[in-house]
Structure formats: structure tokens, C-alpha cells
């Protein structure tokens, strides 16, 4: 399972992280990030990382704001969330899908990611964006 923390509210151009912890299996094969759910509108890709080279993917909405981070030791994922906007309100979801061959994020650098593709999911965290 993935267990998020993290979140909460900020004002705008404040500053919030999230991090997601995997408990039961390692993350070192895997591809974890998170998606993020506004009320009436689809579950949209923000960032996300291979955990074994590190390379990000961004949604173009978060970039040079947002950075992701990993430490494979602590089994751990890391959202840094600045610059932040009422727009960036919504629920934030950790999830992973399996990479072994740390190819999944070659030409997704966009984080426009299907969340079909992803398999194991925390349980959300509300990150609100207000003054």
C-alpha cells in the first residue's frame, strides 16, 4: 500500500509537500507520482518519477513550481509544492506502477499520465490553496 501525509491549506504563492511511503513491497522497479482530483473534473497527472534514475515528468501546469524527489532507502516520494495557485486546489493521490526497465517515463515528460496504468494508490490527501 501507499501511505501519504502531507497536504493541508496554504495561501497563495505559499508552500505545502506531500510524500507517499510504500509499505509492503520496494519501490526500486516502480514508477510513483501523484495525480490530483478537483471537484467536478477528471483525475489529471502532476508529477512523477522513476525510482531507480530519478528522471521526473512534470504536467506543464506545475512546472518550475512542483518538484519530485525519491529516497530509495526511506521507500519514500517527495512533492515539493511552491509558487502555489487556487488552481492547484484539489485531492492529491500517490500512485505506483511497475518499471523494470525504467522506460515508462521516456516521452511522458508532459505527466499527462492514464491513470489506468497505475496500479497501487494511496489514500488521498486534500491540499486547498486559499487566502
Known amino acids: 500500500q501507499l501511505v501519504e501525509s502531507g497536504g493541508g491549506l496554504a495561501q497563495p504563492g505559499g508552500s505545502l509537500s506531500l510524500s507517499c511511503t510504500a509499505s509492503?513491497?520496494?519501490?526500486?522497479?516502480?514508477?510513483i507520482g501523484w495525480f490530483r482530483q478537483a471537484p467536478g473534473k477528471e483525475r489529471e497527472g502532476v508529477s512523477f518519477?522513476?525510482?531507480?534514475?530519478?528522471?521526473?515528468s512534470y504536467a506543464d501546469t506545475v512546472k518550475g513550481r512542483f518538484t519530485i524527489s525519491r529516497d530509495s532507502g526511506a521507500n519514500t516520494a517527495y512533492l515539493q509544492m511552491n509558487a502555489l495557485k487556487p488552481e492547484d486546489t484539489a485531492v492529491y493521490y500517490c500512485?505506483?506502477?511497475?518499471?523494470?526497465?525504467?522506460?515508462?517515463?521516456?516521452?511522458?515528460?508532459?505527466?499527462?499520465?492514464?491513470?489506468?496504468?497505475?496500479?497501487?494508490w494511496g489514500q488521498g490527501t486534500q491540499v486547498t490553496v486559499s487566502s
Open positions: 509492503g513491497f520496494r519501490l526500486d522497479y516502480y514508477v
Open positions: 500512485a505506483a506502477r511497475t518499471d523494470y526497465s525504467a522506460t515508462y517515463l521516456q516521452g511522458r515528460t508532459n505527466g499527462r499520465l492514464n491513470p489506468g496504468d497505475f496500479t497501487i
Open positions: 518519477i522513476t525510482v531507480s534514475n530519478g528522471r521526473p
